[in-house]
């Protein structure tokens, strides 16, 4: 399965996000993976700063998203689209990328935990 192969992949064995390799698999730059997340460029690119909880917390909001989506979509490419482009309309047509920017992604997650348990939009 892909997904897993995705989170074996960004996922050091100590359990943090490798913000460097997960850009890398994303296929952009660093400086993208930090507007993407609304991080700073320090906080992906710099080691003790992407060990941080915060860093670390916006990182893995941003992957589980990803992940949960490339089921569906056909692959982690297709599913990073999807969270920087796809209007949701439950949250007056904000992107899952917009509002992981703005600190809600865990309203993302249970949207699409319920999507996933046959619910609608």
Same mark, same amino acid.
């Given at each position: 399965?892909?997904?897993?192969?995705?989170?074996?992949? /960004?996922?050091?064995?100590?359990?943090?996000?490798?913000?460097?390799?997960?850009? *890398?698999?994303?296929?952009?730059?660093?400086?993208? &993976?930090?507007?993407?997340?609304? &991080?700073?460029?320090?906080? /992906?690119?710099?080691?003790?700063? !992407? *060990?941080?909880?915060?860093?670390?917390?916006?990182?893995?909001?941003? !992957?589980?998203?990803?992940?949960?989506?490339?089921?569906?979509?056909?692959?982690?490419?297709?599913?990073?689209?999807?969270?920087?482009?796809?209007?949701?309309?439950?949250?007056?047509?904000?992107?899952?990328?917009? &509002?992981? *920017?703005?600190?809600?992604?865990?309203? /993302?997650?249970? @949207?699409?935990?319920?999507?996933?348990?046959?619910? @609608?939009?």
């Amino acid at each position: 399965m892909a997904s897993i192969e995705f989170l074996h992949q /960004v996922i050091s064995e100590e359990g943090l996000i490798m913000a460097g390799t997960l850009a *890398k698999v994303l296929h952009i730059t660093q400086s993208d &993976l930090a507007d993407v997340t609304g &991080l700073s460029l320090d906080s /992906v690119s710099k080691s003790a700063r !992407v *060990k941080s909880r915060t860093t670390q917390a916006r990182l893995r909001d941003t !992957v589980e998203i990803i992940n949960r989506v490339s089921e569906w979509s056909g692959g982690v490419g297709r599913a990073f689209a999807w969270f920087r482009s796809q209007p949701l309309p439950s949250f007056g047509d904000k992107t899952a990328e917009e &509002l992981v *920017k703005a600190g809600h992604a865990d309203a /993302v997650k249970t @949207y699409l935990a319920r999507i996933a348990a046959g619910g @609608y939009a």
